[in-house]
């Protein structure tokens, strides 16, 4: 029997992932790849993505992201913005630069409440491991401002950060 067989080598992560995965993922363009067991933590340091050559490879749970190509944002425990995907860069309708150190609360408001909002992104950027929901409302952008999206809080890094997604927008369109 080959042991090729039984070895994980995608390159590319499936649909369907297995929970509680760790993924690394492309800050800007979103790409993700399975985290390689190992020799991750030394490779931290050089970490450009070879897809986009723009954003850094950061490490997350795989429950975290909705997919490639995602709209997250991401922000440190005092809740400014370090960094947003293309695809959320296109949903706020702002280039990134403008976004980079603005309150996230700028961005997004929750139903549930701001306070509840801030609380899980900054246990998130401490490291916490849950991947906890909530639903928020864009505060920038062209969409509607009383349009709810659901979003995921996750910690990423390194660096350490809080990483909100937004889900796929077609899900959430009434
Ligand atoms: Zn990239």
């Given at each position: 029997?080959?042991?090729?067989?039984?070895?994980?080598?995608?390159?590319?992560?499936?649909?369907?992932?297995?929970l509680h995965e760790?993924?690394?993922?492309?800050?800007?363009?979103?790409?993700?790849w399975?985290?390689?067991?190992?020799?991750d933590?030394?490779?931290?340091?050089?970490?450009?993505?070879?897809?986009?050559?723009?954003?850094?490879?950061?490490?997350?749970?795989?429950?975290?992201?909705?997919?490639?190509?995602?709209?997250?944002?991401?922000?440190?425990?005092?809740?400014?913005?370090?960094?947003?995907?293309?695809?959320?860069?296109?949903?706020f309708?702002?280039?990134?630069?403008?976004?980079?150190?603005t309150?996230?609360?700028?961005l997004?408001?929750?139903?549930?409440?701001?306070?509840?909002l801030?609380l899980?992104?900054?246990?998130?950027?401490?490291g916490?491991?849950?991947?906890?929901p909530?639903?928020?409302?864009?505060?920038?952008g062209?969409?509607?401002?009383?349009a709810?999206l659901?979003?995921?809080?996750?910690?990423?890094?390194?660096?350490?950060?809080?990483?909100?997604?937004l889900?796929?927008?077609?899900?959430?369109?009434?």
């Open positions: 029997m080959s042991t090729l067989l039984g070895r994980r080598a995608r390159p590319f992560l499936p649909a369907v992932r297995t760790r993924v690394r993922f492309c800050s800007r363009c979103a790409s993700v399975e985290a390689r067991s190992g020799q933590g030394e490779r931290a340091a050089e970490r450009v993505c070879p897809a986009c050559g723009m954003g850094v490879l950061l490490s997350a749970s795989s429950d975290a992201l909705p997919g490639e190509g995602a709209a997250f944002v991401i922000a440190t425990d005092d809740l400014r913005v370090s960094a947003v995907s293309k695809a959320a860069e296109r949903l309708g702002v280039p990134e630069p403008e976004l980079i150190g309150r996230l609360l700028r997004m408001t929750s139903p549930e409440g701001d306070d509840e801030a899980r992104v900054s246990r998130a950027a401490y916490t491991r849950a991947v906890r909530i639903q928020i409302r864009l505060l920038l062209q969409r509607p401002a009383f709810r659901d979003a995921r809080i996750a910690s990423c890094g390194p660096p350490r950060g809080a990483l909100v997604a889900e796929p927008l077609a899900a959430s369109l009434p």
